[in-house]
């Protein structure tokens, strides 16, 4: 590494995220890590995490030429959750209002396949809040009570979600560019079972998946799973209960139960939450910020804002629990 980049852990009492900080002005992103690709992967291993801060990043295609840079494409965001918007080649973080709060959670854990890295890029820093807080998903595993965590361990978590246009988002928005026969297929594929309603214009997924996992490289067991965000707990009060009143339970635009099928008890979701909040950590975007995670190692979310606000987001590489099963 050059002298003109700075190396420091940001939480040191956690053994979490590195900081590499430049120390004078417009050093290339790219250039820097075509030099220290066996670095940050070693970091990563290591704290989770790495944060490339003062470097000079003035657009997005810098940004995806960073992350070209560590060998893997840039992953196509399908069977997404929630709304985004494709940049060039990558994707705007999830659009929803400033004054939601987007809990913690590891990309795409409500499935069976993950991506393996997240890059996120501070193109606007809000003026307040905005953060992207991150938890060490070993530490949430170990602090969720023993009764709990062997309910999900033994029978998985089944994911039902129901695609309805004007109602959460559509089949179209979740499956970009896809027909319905090509739906079916990447289903089939995954284990997914698929349902059409309403003639076809309505859609029914239904997913038994992980609820842990265990690092390829670290061989840490993880909490690996999207229950307490999909289930209809995550949603206050006013919300539940007026959905409840529209629709049947099992028509809902998503919710989670047991893999066995049975409910999910509202207090198991509140000790996995209590787990999650018990060890976040937080740090405030700077214009320029260039961050990448272990999705496996560590969880993200995002805090609440006021100001504009964009991050950008990549996905690369691929880790699957049916290549583990």
């Not at 900081?19 to 070693?42: C, K, M």
């Not at 490339?52 to 003035?58: A, E």
């Not at 959670?105 to 807080?133: C, D, K, Q």
């Not at 272990?294 to 691929?318: C, I, Q, W, Y």
């Amino acid at each position: 590494m050059t002298s003109n980049v700075k190396e420091t852990l940001l939480f040191p009492d956690e053994q979490l995220v590195t900081l590499f900080e430049a120390t004078e002005p417009g050093l290339s992103p790219v250039a820097w890590a075509e030099r220290n690709r066996d670095l940050v992967a070693e970091r990563l291993a290591s704290a989770g995490a790495c944060l490339l801060r003062g470097f000079d990043v003035p657009d997005e295609t810098v940004f995806s030429r960073f992350v070209r840079v560590f060998g893997d494409e840039l992953n196509e965001y399908t069977y997404r959750s929630t709304p985004r918007t494709k940049v060039g080649d990558v994707y705007t973080s999830t659009e929803y209002p400033a004054t939601e709060v987007i809990p913690q959670h590891n990309e795409m854990a409500y499935t069976s396949t993950w991506p393996e890295r997240l890059w996120f890029y501070s193109a606007i820093a809000a003026v307040s809040g905005g953060e992207t807080p991150l938890a060490d998903s070993h530490a949430v595993y170990e602090r969720i009570p023993a009764d709990v965590r062997e309910r999900f361990e033994r029978h998985g978590v089944r994911y039902v979600r129901n695609y309805r246009a004007g109602l959460g988002i559509s089949w179209q928005e979740t499956f970009p560019g896809m027909s319905r026969e090509e739906v079916e297929r990447f289903c089939a594929e995954r284990d997914i079972v698929v349902e059409w309603l309403e003639g076809g214009e309505s859609l029914r997924t239904t997913e038994t998946c992980q609820a842990v996992t265990v690092h390829p490289v670290t061989g840490r067991t993880l909490w690996m799973n999207q229950a307490h965000l999909f289930h209809v707990s995550n949603l206050n009060e006013a919300t539940r209960l007026a959905l409840l009143e529209l629709m049947k339970e099992e028509d809902l635009p998503r919710n989670a139960y047991y893999g066995d099928g049975s409910p999910i008890p509202d207090a198991d979701l509140a000790a996995v939450r209590k787990a999650y909040e018990a060890g976040t950590i937080a740090f405030p975007w700077q214009p320029g910020d260039l961050l990448v995670i272990d999705n496996l190692t560590l969880s993200h979310g995002r805090n609440r804002f006021e100001g504009p606000r964009k991050v950008l987001v990549a996905m690369t590489g691929s880790l699957s629990s049916r290549q583990e099963a």
